[in-house]
T-cell receptor, first 110, second 114 residues
Framework: EDQVTQSPEALRLQEGESSSLNCSYT??????LFWYRQDPGKGPEFLFT???AGEEKEKERLKATLTKKESFLHITAPKPEDSATYLC???????????FGSGTQLTVLP | DAGVTQSPTHLIKTRGQQVTLRCSPK?????VSWYQQALGQGPQFIFQ???????QRGNFPDRFSGHQFPNYSSELNVNALLLGDSALYLC?????????????FGPGTRLTVL
């Protein structure tokens, strides 16, 4: 059974204070690891898909990396508008569904 | 380019009632997945529809059923509602022809069961 654990559960940063969110996973035959951003009461917004260890992707202040056991979402010089819950999900084996972690709730203070 | 749309936005029902939620996929997508998200948790997979058939199902009772139409839109039906069915219901669309396909989510339907 695929499993995803995200840490920390909550993170408070000052504007401009860089940090990283962790996503540890176990999956039989990784087909994709996905990062989403979710604002309160809204649907998850797609950020990145990573397919193999060593892969990295960037978008504005966000950079996602992948190893065989975990993924990191690095946030460089965050702004208050980056405040949201960040979700990590995996798809593995013959499964079509995404298995999600519980998310990291990020708050960036001005 | 229209993204994934869902209706209604909010819904209030009482225990024992039945509910139908609707989803239109992103343009060009042929696969629809449904997820249930409880407060403070990640989404949980309910089932996925492709070519008008249920292709995969998560650990949900058969009170949860669905349908996909020829235009790829989909419905989620929940019978005999329980208080524990209160959640945000999310629809996601993707191209179903290969693995590792990115799923794009709609805004969700907030269901409250009283």
């Amino acid at each position: 059974e695929d499993q995803v654990t995200q840490s920390p559960e909550a993170l408070r940063l000052q504007e401009g204070e860089s940090s990283s969110l962790n996503c540890s996973y176990t999956v039989s035959g990784l087909r994709g690891l996905f990062w989403y951003r979710q604002d309160p009461g809204k649907g998850p917004e797609f950020l990145f898909t990573l397919y193999s260890a060593g892969e990295e992707k960037e978008k504005e202040r966000l950079k996602a990396t992948l190893t065989k056991k975990e993924s990191f979402l690095h946030i460089t010089a965050p702004k208050p508008e980056d405040s949201a819950t960040y979700l990590c999900a995996v798809q593995g084996g013959s499964a079509r569904q995404l298995t999600f972690g519980s998310g990291t709730q990020l708050t960036v203070l001005p | 380019d229209a993204g994934v749309t869902q209706s209604p936005t909010h819904l209030i029902k009482t225990r024992g009632q039945q509910v139908t939620l609707r989803c239109s996929p992103k343009s060009g997508h042929d696969t629809v997945s449904w997820y249930q998200q409880a407060l403070g948790q990640g989404p949980q997979f309910i089932f996925q529809y492709y070519e008008e058939e249920e292709r995969q199902r998560g650990n949900f009772p058969d009170r949860f059923s669905g349908h996909q139409f020829p235009n790829y839109s989909s419905e989620l039906n929940v019978n005999a509602l329980l208080l524990g069915d209160s959640a945000l219901y999310l629809c996601a669309s993707s191209l179903g022809t290969s693995g590792g396909d990115t799923q794009y989510f709609g805004p969700g339907t907030r269901l409250t069961v009283l």
